[in-house]
């Protein structure tokens, strides 16, 4: 909940990791190699964690880049780190630019500053931490930029100690974990992608070291609609806490008494719910915030992004962060007499959980209705009552109650990826094309769509672009249901209009097809240009449905329509019908993606589906003169 990711711009993240990371630089930079490893290694990066028998901490980073391209110039060129000042300290012990002659530069004093963080849109309040930046002077093509810095940690955070190390399978690179801390302090440790750990004792005190090496790789290597690197990635975690629960347990601590139920939120719970009970009186709660309750984040201090405000002030200042949202919720479902409980969770697109428990595994909260069996996630003022979109589905989450237990949400399906259009395509005598349609979706889908579409002023212009992508062109109107009101399913209905669209006097064309809004991205986008996958791929679970009736006018019929197309394999199918009746052409068009992610050795499946779907997408049409 202290920082945001790309996707959660309208969400929110569960806390800010500051145990290990130095911001842009950390997992960029590395230690001091030999000569030799300069010629085949960009980046390497030593951490050394000396723990106390509290999990305070000192931290000694070394760190060396060698910037062998010009677009990595200004990434090099700086260094910053951001922490909160009430309990860490960051010391910047050296650091130098040895430029591709030899000649050694140094940041002058005053290219190393300190300021009040800059604070992201949606968290303005969060004025406790510092950014440190360091300025390297004389970067180039060619260049070793390196610097060895200490940050010492004076109280741990509530979830303890949660160091974190990584390397990207994109660049060449080496990472060296050292950990030092008393035998006897708990502590569990866990990795992947090729991290070599050793574990030993002397004397009393426990000695980790884990390292890893990534050799032979590009950042070419990267492939279209990769499955997030952190599932793959050379990876190694250590960890304070005993389990997910034990996280659970904590959040649980810190915020069992924000939900208090004050006369007023009882009265506005009962204002709200009227003669509701049940589901209806939860989904009711559940409207009232996402109308009502504006994301924003304001943190007083790192501890901060685990507390939630108390009910009341969430209520009375009309915004909050994820932890607010699922509070005030939590307090209006109690004076109603319904349960519920924090859901702690990982919005984004990973799907695999961390190697091991860790803070670092969730960042966002969503609430639990236990007598029900109900995810719902209020920070989204454009989901629907217990609907979770993919980046939700089918993720591990730590129910943070009285009893902190381990679940998973509901999997996304195919039948809850479900997107349908059904419409008319009429063709005249001058070629022109007319079209209409409606497109309706599943509960899931919506979010985005919602948010999409909110200015009905922009929808024209939404649907003019998708008529860029068809043969034919033209331009169009689109209307929705209310993108605000989440008790009526979203609903979109079009109209397009396609001046010689078609060419009559021709004796053959390609079948306009309804503007698509359906959400996900063109299929093309998923081929590989080689046909061999070498990394796992993350996939849209999706039923994606058309059906629409072209109709020609009496001067021209129809001579022959396309094939059927029928494909169908362990990732997905496609197929397509067409039936010809006299003028008419009823078509039926059905896509279906079934994984969320996809190893390499199954890519030639989807492949298969890909393929017959974009050739059915350019089906010829021969028309001729009515008999």
């Given at each position: 909940?202290?920082?945001?990711?790309?996707?959660?711009?309208?969400?929110?993240?569960?806390?800010?990791?500051?145990?290990?990371?130095?911001?842009?630089?950390?997992?960029?930079?590395?230690?001091d190699l030999p000569a030799r490893a300069a010629e085949t290694v960009e980046q390497s990066e030593s951490l050394h964690y000396e723990v106390a028998p509290d999990y305070s901490y000192k931290l000694t980073v070394v760190a060396d880049r060698f910037v062998d391209k010009q677009a990595d110039v200004n990434d090099a060129s700086h260094i910053s780190y951001t922490?909160?000042?009430?309990?860490?300290?960051?010391?910047?012990?050296?650091?130098?630019?040895?430029?591709?002659?030899?000649?050694?530069?140094?940041?002058?004093?005053?290219?190393?500053?300190?300021?009040?963080?800059?604070?992201?849109?949606?968290?303005?309040?969060?004025?406790?931490?510092?950014?440190?930046?360091?300025?390297?002077?004389?970067?180039v093509k060619g260049s070793h930029v390196h610097y060895k810095a200490e940050e010492t940690v004076r109280k741990p955070a509530l979830m303890g100690f949660n160091p974190m190390a990584w390397l990207s399978p994109f660049v060449t690179a080496d990472e060296h974990v050292v950990i030092d801390s008393p035998a006897d302090l708990p502590l569990s440790i866990g990795s992947q992608g090729g991290f070599v750990v050793s574990d030993t004792t002397t004397n009393g005190m426990r000695h980790i070291v884990a390292d890893a090496s990534v050799r032979n790789v590009s950042t070419r290597d990267r492939e279209p609609h990769m499955a997030p690197t952190e599932e793959f990635e050379p990876v190694f975690l250590a960890t304070s806490l005993k389990s997910y629960e034990e996280a659970g347990a904590i959040y649980h601590r810190v915020n069992e008494d924000k939900a208090t139920v004050t006369p007023g939120i009882e009265a506005l719970a009962k204002q709200i719910v009227g003669d509701r009970e049940g589901l209806d009186a939860s989904r009711a709660i559940y409207d009232w915030i996402a109308k009502n309750i504006r994301y924003l984040a304001v943190y007083r201090n790192d501890d901060a992004g685990e507390e939630s405000h108390d009910a009341s002030t969430v209520l009375k200042n009309g915004y909050g962060d994820c932890k607010d949202h699922v509070t005030l919720m939590q307090a209006l479902l109690a004076a109603?007499?319904?349960?519920?409980?924090?859901?702690?969770?990982?919005?984004?697109?990973?799907?695999?959980?961390?190697?091991?428990w860790s803070s670092r595994e969730t960042n966002h909260a969503i609430v639990y209705l236990p007598d029900f069996d109900v995810f719902a996630n209020p920070t989204s003022p454009f989901t629907p009552f217990g609907a979770l979109d993919q980046n939700l589905s089918g993720k591990l989450a730590i129910l943070a109650g009285e009893a902190p237990q381990v679940r998973n949400t509901p999997a996304l399906t195919p039948e809850a990826g479900r997107f349908t259009t059904n419409g008319t395509i009429r063709i005249a005598a001058d070629g022109t094309v007319d079209g209409t349609a409606m497109a309706t979706m599943a509960p899931n889908l919506e979010e985005d769509l919602r948010f999409r579409l909110q200015d009905p002023d922009r929808n024209n212009a939404q649907i003019d672009r998708a008529l860029r992508d068809t043969p034919e062109g033209g331009f169009g109107s689109l209307r929705t249901s209310d993108t605000y009101d989440l008790d009526r399913s979203l609903k979109l209905s079009m109209n397009w209009?396609?001046?010689?669209?078609?060419?009559?006097?021709?004796?053959?064309?390609?079948?306009?097809?309804?503007?698509?809004?359906?959400?996900?991205?063109?299929?093309?986008?998923?081929?590989?240009?080689?046909?061999?996958?070498?990394?796992?791929?993350?996939?849209?679970?999706?039923?994606?449905?058309?059906?629409?009736?072209?109709?020609?006018?009496p001067e021209l019929k129809i001579a022959s329509a396309p094939k059927d197309v029928a494909i169908d394999t362990p990732i997905g199918s496609y197929t397509a019908t067409y039936a010809l009746n006299e003028d008419k052409l009823v078509?039926?068009?059905?896509?279906?993606?079934?994984?969320?992610?996809?190893?390499?050795?199954?890519?030639?499946?989807?492949?298969?589906?890909?393929?017959?779907?974009?050739?059915?997408?350019?089906?010829?049409?021969t028309i001729g003169k009515p008999s």
């Open positions: 909940m202290n920082s945001d990711t790309s996707k959660m711009s309208r969400g929110a993240l569960l806390h800010r990791a500051t145990e290990i990371l130095l911001l842009s630089s950390v997992c960029l930079l590395a230690i922490y909160d000042p009430d309990r860490t300290s960051f010391h910047l012990v050296e650091g130098w630019v040895d430029g591709p002659d030899g000649t050694r530069h140094e940041p002058a004093p005053d290219a190393i500053f300190t300021r009040p963080s800059a604070a992201s849109r949606d968290a303005p309040g969060f004025v406790s931490s510092v950014t440190t930046t360091v300025v390297m002077p004389g970067v109603v007499g319904i349960r519920s409980e924090p859901a702690l969770i990982d919005w984004s697109n990973r799907d695999k959980p961390l190697p091991i209009h396609s001046p010689h669209g078609i060419d009559p006097t021709a004796n053959a064309f390609v079948l306009p097809t309804p503007p698509s809004f359906a959400p996900m991205e063109d299929l093309r986008s998923y081929l590989d240009r080689d046909s061999q996958r070498k990394t796992p791929m993350a996939l849209p679970v999706r039923d994606i449905v058309s059906t629409f009736t072209v109709t020609l006018p078509v039926h068009r059905r896509l279906v993606l079934r994984p969320k992610r996809i190893e390499p050795s199954a890519y030639p499946d989807l492949e298969r589906v890909i393929y017959a779907a974009q050739g059915d997408q350019t089906a010829i049409v």
